[in-house]
């Protein structure tokens, strides 16, 4: 058998979106197209190309505070097992090395045994849930349109760094706003194939349940959510009222600690983007 050619990794840019877009959705996730316009524009996405076919995909998207985020690692099903999901995030921890930037991600467990030998440390396990057809339910208070700059705040509380311009580029698109009740807030938004609730941030589990009931009572879903594993009873409440857990996720950290947080979120932006 002839040996197969390695491929070359390239820098992409915007008009890489489309194909992107088709690696992520072959894969089952929820990105949309908007989502991959904002890692091309504001991060560094390294690719490989066969011919003109986009087969695989790696983005680090800087934070503040010295972090920065690897997501989008992606590898389209026939060219999987070749060693070229390993190169990218190689890729990625160059740029961040060269710019003295811890690098996190949120990895599958097949992921994390891989990630693990590279020098990645475990932090928070996160689980995926999804809620198909929400039940009857109705909130004893109404929702209430949520500050955008306290979310903010919270979320840098809660993460040990500022992610403003990716949580502005969120609120801001069509179709996704910042709620509240009580003590809890959240941001929702539009997946391509569901909308996804995170962060959501709250003082006690039984008000981040309560905005939970709040916000799928108010649209017919479906939805997502990437809960924080260590809130037990806030997950023992999501799958007693219908919720699906789907799948793990395991958090970790590349460097040095920098920041750290002051609070536990209830629930994160999203697994691909932290």
Not at 116 to 134: N, W
Not at 144 to 166: C, Q
Not at 253 to 264: D, H, I, V
Request: proline content about 4%; overall charge neutral.
């Amino acid at each position: 058998m002839a040996a197969i050619e390695p491929l070359d990794i390239v820098e992409l840019g915007v008009g890489d979106a489309q194909a992107g877009l088709a690696l992520s959705t072959e894969a089952g996730w929820n990105q949309n197209e908007a989502d991959w316009r904002f890692f091309l524009s504001k991060g560094v996405v390294f690719g490989m190309r066969d011919g003109a076919r986009l087969v695989a995909t790696a983005a680090l998207l800087p934070y503040s505070a010295g972090n920065a985020w690897i997501s989008m690692v992606l590898v389209t099903a026939d060219f999987r097992r070749r060693g070229i999901a390993t190169r990218l995030v190689d890729a990625c921890l160059d740029v961040a090395k060269r710019r003295g930037l811890t690098a996190w991600l949120d990895a599958t467990p097949a992921g994390a045994a891989v990630y693990g030998p590279l020098g990645f440390t475990p932090t928070l396990q996160l689980r995926r849930l999804r809620l198909a057809r929400p039940r009857e339910a109705k909130a004893t208070e109404q929702l209430s349109a949520g500050d955008l700059e306290a979310l903010i705040v919270r979320d840098a509380s809660a993460m040990g760094f500022d992610r403003s311009a990716l949580l502005s580029e969120f609120a801001m698109r069509s179709g996704s706003c910042v709620v509240s009740r009580t003590q809890a807030m959240a941001l929702i938004r539009d997946g391509r194939a569901a909308r996804h609730i995170g962060p959501l941030l709250a003082d006690r589990t039984d008000q981040a349940l309560a905005l939970i009931a709040a916000i799928v009572s108010s649209e017919a879903g479906p939805w997502l959510i990437d809960a924080a594993h260590s809130q037990d009873e806030f997950l023992d409440g999501l799958v007693r009222s219908g919720w699906n857990i789907e799948r793990p996720f395991q958090r970790m950290r590349f460097g040095r600690t920098t920041m750290l947080s002051a609070e536990l979120p209830f629930a994160v932006a999203g697994p691909e983007f932290g």
